[in-house]
């Protein structure tokens, strides 16, 4: 099992920046996490995949978010950082982390509690 904790979103004016953060507890020593997504869902509207990067370093974004976010992941720390810049109204959603966790033997999935990241003047 993993547990996921996410960070770092907040209230921030239109232009500005965030960086979330989201840090993987993985119970069994012998798993690794082979892949990370950030996900996003605002009020009324259905989660949707922002951002992925996987084990190898390959990253995919979103067409809406691809030339302002930055996904990112340190593996000795069991940690992947979402870089939010030029931040518009309608970037406004709870963010989510999502990652792919082998146990060796069985691909299991898991979702962090979220973080609100708010634009807004």
């Known amino acids: 099992q993993v547990q996921l904790v996410e960070s770092g979103g907040g209230l921030v004016q239109p232009g500005g920046s965030l960086r979330l953060s989201c840090a993987a507890s993985v119970s069994n020593r012998g798993a690794a996490i082979m892949g990370w997504c950030w996900y996003r869902q605002a009020p009324e509207k259905q989660r949707e995949k922002v951002a992925s990067i996987s084990r190898s370093g390959t990253t995919n974004y979103q067409d809406s978010v691809k030339d302002r976010f930055t996904i990112s992941r340190d593996t000795a720390k069991n940690t992947v950082y979402l870089q939010l810049n030029s931040l518009k109204p309608e970037d406004t959603a709870v963010y989510y982390c999502?990652?792919?966790?082998?146990?060796?033997?069985?691909?299991?999935?898991?979702w962090g509690q979220g973080t609100q990241v708010t634009v807004s003047p």
């Open positions: 999502y990652a792919d966790l082998w146990t060796g033997a069985t691909l299991t999935r898991s």
